[in-house]
């Protein structure tokens, strides 16, 4: 019991700590978990509809529009920096009848300005839209997602003359809640966060380990020298 007590150090505990708080954070805000769910694709979001949770990956090729912008700053004690735009809001088709939100990142709005004119040049006769947008990601409740994003969207919603109850009817095809499709900057820096929140853990471990093997071969050896006395 000694040896189990002595394998512990202060550093130990302080990476073991630092480890799991490291991959709890990077598990909360970069949905690792539902990312490691089998993935939808976007025809199959178009068919079977949007569930919170869902792990969507594929190209996204149909767009309505934009309808809000995600602003980054730094607060200080006696100031704020200038806000920057860090991405965008559009609203995509989804399921029955249903609509739900997506982020874009900055770099991508181009891209999908585009795939908004195409997508209303199809819905008034036109080809079908060529453009498609990479994405890779989970959908989410859009209020945990960003306060103020589900009333921009109903917002945006009544600009288009969807009525109260259209707008329920929306919803009911999400699940009785409004979605937003938010994808990581970049999972593959997600998936290394992770990993080394996790390998901080394992190397807390093997020096804990490794630690308690020395204290009780020491041990070991102390007893058989107080028995050969």
Do not use: C
Not at 48 to 71: P, R, W
Not at 167 to 196: F, H, R
């Amino acid at each position: 019991m000694k040896a189990l007590l002595r394998g512990f150090s202060i550093a130990n505990l302080m990476l073991l700590l630092f480890g799991g708080i490291f991959f709890g954070m990077t598990i909360q805000k970069g949905h690792v978990l539902q990312l490691l769910k089998p993935a939808h694709n976007y025809d199959e979001v178009l068919s079977e509809g949007l569930e919170e949770g869902d792990h969507v990956q594929g190209d996204i090729y149909y767009s309505l529009g934009q309808f809000a912008t995600q602003s980054t700053y730094t607060q200080y004690e006696d100031y704020r920096t200038a806000s920057k735009t860090a991405g965008y809001y559009y609203v995509i088709p989804v399921g029955d009848s249903g609509l739900a939100a997506i982020y874009v990142r900055k770099a991508d709005k181009q891209i999908m300005d585009q795939i908004t004119d195409e997508t209303y040049a199809y819905l008034e006769g036109g080809a079908s839209p060529q453009t498609v947008l990479h994405f890779n990601g989970v959908a989410v409740e859009m209020e945990e997602n960003l306060k103020g994003l589900e009333a921009a969207f109903r917002k945006q919603l009544k600009e288009w003359q969807y009525s109260d109850q259209d707008i329920e009817t929306i919803i009911q095809t999400t699940q009785g809640k409004l979605l937003v499709l938010e994808g990581p900057a970049d999972v593959t820096t997600v998936y290394v966060m992770a990993g080394i929140g996790l390998l901080i853990i394992a190397l807390a471990v093997f020096l804990f380990i490794r630690k308690y093997k020395k204290e009780k071969a020491w041990a070991a050896k102390k007893e058989e020298e107080w028995t050969q006395v």
